[in-house]
């Protein structure tokens, strides 16, 4: 059964700094595409960073580009989200998405929230002062 678990979000400054953790169960995250996407109250779901199956190739959406680093630790069966200089604007609930697809994430294609089947929850990251 695949299970994800996202954990890492909280109040944090503009400027500040978190790392989500994407926590994968029952399956080999390896052999996954896994996405990162946020919502904020009142908006559609983003697609923030994209980890394609093994081996990986990173994606980001252009919001966030130069702030967010996607990466995935094996051993830990873990996909994490780094994300850095904090801007009010990326207050939303984080979620990560798994699919067994190896074209998904790769250059040369689009990923939206309705390539993925398996979710986790969420994570709040409010950004204020």
């Known amino acids: 059964q695949v299970q994800l678990v996202e954990s890492g979000g909280g109040l944090v400054q503009p400027g500040g700094s978190l790392r989500l953790s994407c926590a994968a169960s029952?399956?080999?995250?390896?052999?996954?595409?896994i996405g990162w996407f946020r919502q904020a109250p009142g908006k559609e779901r983003e697609g923030v960073s994209c980890?394609?199956?093994?081996?990986?190739?990173?994606r980001y959406g252009d919001s966030v580009k130069g702030r967010f680093t996607i990466s995935r630790d094996n051993a830990k069966n873990t996909v994490y989200l780094q994300i850095d200089n904090l801007k009010p604007e990326d207050t939303a609930v984080y979620y990560c998405?798994?699919?067994?697809?190896?074209?998904?994430?790769?250059?040369?294609?689009?990923?939206?929230?309705?390539?993925?089947?398996?979710w986790g929850q969420g994570t709040q990251v409010t950004v204020s002062s």
């Open positions: 998405a798994a699919e067994a697809n190896v074209f998904l994430c790769r250059y040369g294609r689009s990923w939206y929230p309705t390539d993925f089947t398996s």
């Open positions: 980890i394609s199956s093994s081996p990986d190739t990173e």
């Open positions: 029952g399956f080999n995250s390896a052999d996954y595409a």
